[in-house]
Nanobody
Framework: QVQLVESGGGVVQAGGSLRLSCANVGRTFSMDAMHWFRQRPGKEREFVARITWTGETTYGDFVKGRFTISKDYAKSTAYLQMNSLKPEDTAVYYC?????WGQGTQVTVSS
């Protein structure tokens, strides 16, 4: 089965950068698109970015060129490079493939 583990979260000052990783540590290799979502305090979970097997990418409207999703299918790992972070980017970031979710990684951006 697919099993996702996120890492790379932490505390960063506004304007800083973080790189999140999402590894599929399960026994099933997936060619499905990999997604990042986030849930800000008191808000519903929202779409951040998506990358397909062929490398097509899609981003949430709020990203505005600040984030970049990439993948290494040989390592069954997706990445989210986040630059120019803002306090409103503070959230738990989740990786997703179809119905499978990771446990999330906390990102806190201080002003």
């Amino acid at each position: 089965q697919v099993q996702l583990v996120e890492s790379g979260g932490g505390v960063v000052q506004a304007g800083g950068s973080l790189r999140l990783s999402c590894a599929n540590v399960g026994r099933t290799f997936s060619m499905d698109a990999m997604h990042w979502f986030r849930q800000r305090p008191g808000k519903e979970r929202e779409f951040v970015a998506r990358i397909t097997w062929t490398g097509e990418t899609t981003y949430g409207d709020f990203v505005k060129g600040r984030f970049t999703i990439s993948k290494d299918y040989a390592k069954s790992t997706a990445y989210l490079q986040m630059n120019s972070l803002k306090p409103e980017d503070t959230a738990v970031y989740y990786c997703n493939i179809k119905q499978t979710w990771g446990q999330g990684t906390q990102v806190t951006v201080s002003s």
